[in-house]
């Protein structure tokens, strides 16, 4: 088979092996089509060498912050990032799912006190790491679709 490449970026971020399906997701937790004056490339369905088939996302001249990370994590728990800087990978790093998040989901729950209008930031923990399980701390309650959730 011949061998998949993409096509190089000066300064950037690759955002690879992303579960199948899920680049259009990726984009939304890193804000394109808000304010994004760089050009971002999305490969949907590539081959994969590691599982199957992968989604990837390129973003030229920015890099991410660590809630982005951390986003991208709980809805594709596989991907890797690349940071590239004067076309060579700078930085290469797995995902790593932390044990617990803060303040970057909501609750699934209306009446969790957390979507109350009472000042608590949303803290859950991580049951299972792939796929993602994330159990609220203030009412127990699994979160049923995370990307929907993502603050
Ligand atoms: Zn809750």
């Known amino acids: 088979m011949k061998e998949f490449r993409v096509t190089p970026i000066r300064n950037g971020t690759v955002i690879d092996h992303i579960d199948c399906g899920m680049a259009l997701k990726v984009l939304r937790i890193i804000g394109v089509g808000q304010n994004v004056r760089s050009t971002v490339s999305i490969l949907m369905h590539v081959p994969s060498k590691k599982a199957g088939w992968k989604d990837v996302v390129k973003?030229?001249?920015?890099?991410?912050?660590?809630?982005?990370?951390d986003k991208i994590s709980l809805i594709s728990p596989k991907a890797t990032i690349n940071i590239i800087r004067d076309f060579n990978v700078a930085e290469k790093y797995k995902l790593d799912l932390p044990n617990v998040v803060r303040g970057i989901v909501r609750c699934g729950n209306p009446s969790c006190i957390t979507n109350l209008k009472e000042p608590v930031e949303p803290e859950f923990i991580i049951d299972n790491d792939d796929p993602p399980v994330l159990r609220c701390i203030y009412c127990d309650r699994i979160l049923d679709d995370i990307a929907e959730h993502l603050i």
């Open 59 to 69: 973003v030229e001249d920015r890099e991410l912050d660590p809630r982005e990370v």
